[in-house]
């Protein structure tokens, strides 16, 4: 099939590429000329796992191309996919400037049957608004006898995929969400997909609603859950529990299941923030409000403070002057992106108590240096941080932070403190190896 996808980002780089691999014509397109000029030279502008080899696979064997003209896009494309930015607008809810805005171009320029996909995530009600943006170019266009009605459909086609794995979630999909009232979209999206689930993984299709609240849903009930473990591990440090130990033994529950119960210092990322925030707001809107959505959205705020709340304590409040290492800036591992990224928070509070950052990570170090220039020091290895540093804070459980020599942080920190938000140490290794340690709703090591 000729497919064609709006926005090069993260999500639609994957999906453009994925796209290609199982032998579809993909064309990409970006308003950002410095990025597409890259992706015709063949450099992936971003880092996820897997994605570099499918890329240069494709684009070498001619299915793969990247172009700044969503003409060329609308003449060539049976399905436009719109990956396009969300981001949260002032009043907390989504900003939909873009897609409005690339649906009303796609208005002024579609000629033959085309399915227009929303592959954003967007507020229930999007893919009329979408859909009304179209024709409403297209009635300036028609006649209501050039049956312009039957020119385009809009589906709504939430991605699932996370950040880090995006590859492996997109070619294998847990499950692909279809929102259209159109048989003929369904059955093409559904001939589209149907490489990606041949292990028998369901295609849902359903109205167009039910299709964009299910995506608002399924990140708002993950941010919950990492909302309701960071409370249990703050709890457990105040009652002597160990929230590894309680993890454990809630997730052996089949009706709970083990993963996503993993306290730390707060979600971060493009979507948790956003979405939690903009369902909030749509709830508002509404005349409903989501309460518990209130209070995730609250303990997160707290969380993202928890590791700068337990360095003053060491500390005495007396940050001035001090020098901390940094493991860890991107919001998760194998990424690198930063956008609402825990670490974040805590570089801005020690900046501000007078303290020094010395920060390392595996692949995010340019973005954090674009953002924040000379505020704070960058190193290209995990153990030069270390040097003279007071202590070392991790923030992000990136594999190699996970079996270090102890001994050379011994002798490069200052004094062995070390304060983890990621849990990634044993405890009785930490006592054996003579650290201060102090996590996430564990004991402390002293
Ligand atoms: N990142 C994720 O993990 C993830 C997962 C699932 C869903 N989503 C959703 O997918 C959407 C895209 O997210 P992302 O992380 O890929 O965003 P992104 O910021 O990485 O990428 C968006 C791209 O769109 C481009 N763009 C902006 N306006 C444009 C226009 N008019 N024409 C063409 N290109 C334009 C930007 O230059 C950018 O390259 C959001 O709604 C997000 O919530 C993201």
Known sequence: MNIAVIGTGYVGLVTGTCFAETGNNVLCVDIDQKKVEMLKKGVVPIYEPGLELLFQRNTKQGRLHFTTELREAVDIAEIIFLALPTPPGEDGSADLSYILGVAKDLGKLIHSYTVIVDKSTVPVGTSEMVTSAIRTELDKRFTPEDAAEGLFDVVSNPEFLREGVAVEDFMKPDRVVIGTSSERAANKMKQLYEPFVRQ???????DERSAEM????????????????????????AMGADVDKVRIGMGSDNRIGKRFLFPGIG??????PKDVQALAKTAEEHGYEFQILKSVMKVNEKQKSRIYQKVYEFFRGDLKGKTFALWGLAFKPNTDDIRE?????????????????RAFDPEAVENVRTL??????????????????????IATEWNVFRTPG???LRKLLRQPVIFDGRNLYDLHV???EGFYYNSIGRKTVK
């Not at 028998?200 to 359903?206: A, L, Q, R, W």
């Open 200 to 206: 028998g993984n369901p295609i849902y299709i359903m």
């Open 406 to 408: 102890f001994d050379v």
């Open 372 to 393: 924040l220039g000379t505020k704070i020091d960058y190193f290209q290895d995990q153990y030069e941080v270390l040097v003279d540093a007071d202590a070392l804070i």
């Open 341 to 357: 990224a825990p670490a974040l928070t805590i570089i801005e509070e020690l900046l501000e108590a007078g303290a020094k950052i």
């Open 267 to 272: 979600y971060g990322g493009s979507c948790f």
């Open 430 to 432: 930490m006592e054996s």
């Open 214 to 237: 299910t995506k608002y849903a399924a990140n708002s009930y993950l941010a919950t859950r990492i909302s309701f473990m960071n409370e249990i591990a703050n709890l457990c440090e």
